[in-house]
């Protein structure tokens, strides 16, 4: 079912939150095990990790995050990311 090794899947079915342990017995909810997968899915257009919350629109993966920089740094830190057209915005908080 899955490609990789006994102990990679426990691992990974741990991390996930997938695993009931039932006296003697360990169960793996799998719908939970495959949505946790999911989330380390590679874009094939374009080489990203599709993580949770992600937008993908015409090939292009689409992530909101947040970055508090000094606002004197805000424009040297806008230049470093331009790439792709990203912009930072200062906001208060």
Do not use: H, W
Request: glycine residues 8%; negative net charge.
């Amino acid at each position: 079912m899955y490609s990789m090794g006994i102990s990679k899947f426990q691992e990974l079915a741990k991390e996930s939150g997938a695993v009931y342990k039932v006296k003697q017995m360990c169960l793996v909810n799998t719908e939970i095990f495959d949505k946790y997968l999911e989330s380390f899915r590679v874009d094939p257009e374009c080489g990203f990790y599709k993580q949770e919350g992600a937008v993908v629109t015409d090939g292009v993966v689409v992530v909101a995050f947040t970055i508090k920089v000094a606002p004197d740094e805000v424009e040297a830190v806008n230049n470093a990311i331009a790439y792709g057209g990203i912009q930072l915005y200062l906001t208060k908080n």
